[in-house]
Structures are given as structure tokens and as C-alpha cells.
């Protein structure tokens, strides 16, 4: 059956994919030989570090006074640049297989992001998959939802690897976008929820955590005189992680002559991107570089205005009701290539400009709509009160790890 199984998938599949399907279906297969461990695998896909959401629930295992056993893993299950192609190959067809064994042994498992091992295998009955999404709100198209664009997966891969399916239970910002989430992860709508809130946020309501963190990320960053800090934060251009790069959209040069003495800018780019931005030299000063800071929350907190362009960064700024501009001179094109699921110009909460010079403007008119920024965020979170992880370890993570059922509360309804 293996081989006929094998000989269907090479008519139709690639190689590489017909391998890496045929390794996590061994490594699941393997797994059933074994009991299910009483333990959470919390994994990392495409990071290097647990990030957002997953290093606040990891933070709030490890402080249980009896804590569970945790298995933490980052980086790719894919295969490396660079090398010789068999050995890579090799490597990646292990690393699955071995991702896969645990995520079938393991009572949870949590990602933040698109993870294979789940995917072609039938999931092992006693184990709880959630999804808790790397991404606030419903921004840019992302998982079935960009099926046969550049970005997304085709019908064929598809059939043998349904992307994103196995989950007991997602997470989302706001029960208005649960069936956007379903349908881009072919899920029921049942299992998405936006009741426990979103772990990531937590640290950014209203506390002595939060003022603390602040201050900290201001010192580290030499942020700590009075001028105001404009935070640049830019997705990343490219069809997928090992092309990303920076968009070289935002004059530095005009920034520093207009700004320089009253204002600073921080970098922060998409962790995908591995290249640094150009930094002129004359606005050395000006700049800082906070794109390998590990928190971009942190980050966040020690910006007064933020400008972005297609960032789901917006969502979790819009928290912190302050001012955010969108400097998108190549709006049509990124709509053709991954789209949005509501009007970019209307929907975002702030003005879209094409220059820096329009950019400018905005700053020095300090004409900032902060009710909008506030309806915006009134609209994309149900919850946020700073218990959102607090919530998900203890009604969803505890009670799977002793073996009860999921129990997903009903939609919250908006008075």
C-alpha cells in the first residue's frame, strides 16, 4: 500500500513534498506505538525564538506551582539554504518525522503559525491541537484563502496536504472574523473562538507590567531622552521566508533633515527578513535598529506614532490608542499578489499616503484621529483585559492535560 501510495503522489506531487508527506506520516504512525505523554509541545515553526503568544503561555506554565511538562521547539521543519540539496533534504525529512512523532505523543500542542507535521496525518484521538495565530484580526489573505495565488498552495498539494487542518481550537481577536478564520483554515466554525482573548495582549493593557516594560525597552534601546519616536514597521516583500525583504520605501535621508531634532525612528523589520535596511550615514544617530529585538510588543510600547503599510501590527498598536500613518506607494500590486478581507484605504485607522513628503506632512500637522484608532480597536477585540492567557491555560490547557474534553465557550455578544 506504501508503495502504490508513493507511485500516486510522484505523478502529482513534487519530490521533496512527496517525502516530507511520507516522513510525517511515518513519524505519527511510529508515535502510535507509544502512549500519549502527559506533556505540551509548543512549537515555533518559523522563528527562532518563541515570540507573542507562545512565550506568554510558556511564561505562565513554568510559573504553575505544579508545572506541566513542556516541550518547546523553534525554527523550521523545512529544509536549509545553502549545502548539498540530498543532505538538506535528509535533514528536513528527520526533522519532520521526529515533529510529527511528538505532536502524536504529546496530550497538546501549540502553534503560532503553519506547521506540515500536523497536516497529512489523521490526528491522534486524546490529542488537543490549538492554534493560536500569530496575527491579530483579519488583515491580509492568508492560509486557503490565497489557494492558487503566487503566495498560497494549489488544489493538488491541497488534497494531500490539507493546510491547517487538525485543529481542536483557534483563537481569535473578534467572533466577527471567526468564519473568515474558519474558512481559511477549512475548519468548523465552532472551533474558533474569541472568548479567552489573545495572550499577546495581555501585556499591553493598562498595568504596572505594562508601564514597566516601557521604561525598560526605552533605556535598552537609548530611547530614554524626550524626543518623540516613530516607529517603522513594514511587512516584508516576496512570495515566501527565504526571499523576504525589506520594502526601501521610506526616505531616511528627508526624515532625518525634517525630524532629526525633535524626533527618533526605530526600525523594525519582519522577522523574515534577514538583511539589514540601509541606514544613510548622516542619520546614524537618528536610527535605531530594533529588528532583532525578541519582543515586538516591547517594541510597541516605546513608540509614540507608528508607520506601517500592510503589518497586522495595527491591530495590537490600536490597543495603545496612539496616532498610525500607512506609507503604501505599492498598494495595487500587493493587493494583487495576497489581498485583504476588507477595504485597505477605508478600513485601515489612519491615513495611507505614497510619499514621505505626504508622510511628513501628517507628522507636522499633528492632526491625529485617535477616536478612529479607537474604534478600530473596539471593533477587532472581543476581550482585553490582560487575562487572556491566564484564561486559555486554565480552562483549555489544564483540563486536556488531564484528559477532559474541550470545552469552547459560546460566542460573546456585543451589546
Not at 502510535?32 to 510558556?58: F, K, M, S, T, W
Not at 514597566?212 to 524626543?227: I, P, T, W
Request: hydrophobic share 45%; with cysteine.
Amino acid at each position: 500500500m506504501a508503495n502504490s501510495l508513493t507511485k500516486q503522489l510522484r505523478r502529482i506531487l513534487p519530490f521533496r513534498t512527496v517525502v516530507r508527506v511520507l516522513a510525517a506520516r511515518a513519524g505519527a504512525t511510529f508515535a502510535r506505538l507509544r502512549p500519549i505523554d502527559e506533556r505540551v509541545y509548543i512549537v515555533a515553526n518559523r522563528d527562532g525564538v518563541l515570540r507573542g503568544n507562545l512565550a506568554e503561555i510558556e511564561r505562565a506554565l513554568r510559573a504553575l506551582p505544579a508545572a506541566p511538562t513542556i516541550v518547546r521547539e523553534t525554527g523550521s521543519d523545512g529544509e536549509r539554504n545553502g549545502g548539498v540539496p540530498i543532505l538538506s533534504l535528509f535533514t528536513a525529512v528527520l526533522r519532520i518525522a521526529k515533529r510529527s512523532y511528538r505532536v502524536a505523543t504529546s496530550r497538546v500542542v501549540i502553534v503560532d503559525d503553519y506547521f506540515f507535521p500536523i497536516y497529512p496525518v489523521k490526528k491522534r484521538s486524546g490529542v488537543t491541537i490549538i492554534q493560536v495565530w500569530h496575527a491579530c484580526g483579519a488583515f491580509k489573505r492568508f492560509g486557503r484563502a490565497t489557494l492558487e495565488s503566487e503566495w498560497g498552495a494549489d488544489e493538488i498539494f491541497l488534497k494531500w496536504v490539507p493546510i491547517h487542518a487538525n485543529y481542536d481550537l483557534t483563537l481569535v481577536s473578534s467572533a466577527s472574523i471567526a468564519k473568515i478564520y474558519a474558512d481559511a483554515f477549512g475548519q468548523s466554525v465552532q472551533t474558533v473562538t474569541a472568548a479567552f482573548g489573545i495572550p499577546r495582549t495581555d501585556a499591553l493593557a493598562p498595568s504596572s507590567r505594562r508601564d514597566a516594560s516601557e521604561h525598560e525597552v526605552r533605556v535598552r534601546l537609548g530611547l530614554s531622552d524626550n524626543r518623540t519616536t516613530i516607529l517603522y514597521a513594514p511587512t516584508f516583500r516576496g512570495a515566501d521566508l527565504k526571499g523576504a525583504a525589506a520594502p526601501e520605501l521610506l526616505d531616511i535621508t528627508a526624515l532625518y533633515r525634517a525630524l532629526g531634532d525633535r524626533y527618533r525612528l526605530v526600525l523594525r523589520l519582519h522577522p523574515f527578513v534577514k538583511s539589514a535596511m540601509r541606514i544613510p550615514e548622516e542619520a546614524k544617530d537618528f536610527v535605531v535598529d530594533a529588528s532583532r529585538e525578541p519582543d515586538v510588543n516591547e517594541v510597541m510600547l516605546a513608540a509614540d506614532i507608528l508607520v506601517t503599510d500592510y503589518s497586522s501590527i495595527i491591530f495590537e498598536y490600536a490597543l495603545l490608542n496612539r496616532p498610525m500613518a500607512f506609507l503604501a506607494p505599492d498598494l495595487a500590486a500587493y493587493e494583487r499578489e495576497r489581498g485583504f478581507f476588507f477595504d485597505y484605504r477605508s478600513g485601515v485607522p489612519g491615513p495611507v499616503v505614497e510619499t514621505t513628503e505626504q508622510l511628513l506632512t501628517w507628522i507636522n500637522a499633528k492632526t491625529f484621529d485617535l477616536p478612529r484608532v479607537a474604534k478600530f480597536a473596539a471593533e477587532s477585540f472581543d476581550v482585553m483585559d490582560g487575562r487572556a492567557t491566564e484564561r486559555l491555560v486554565e480552562q483549555v490547557v489544564l483540563p486536556a492535560l488531564r484528559g477532559e474534553p474541550l470545552r469552547i465557550p459560546a460566542p460573546i455578544t456585543r451589546q
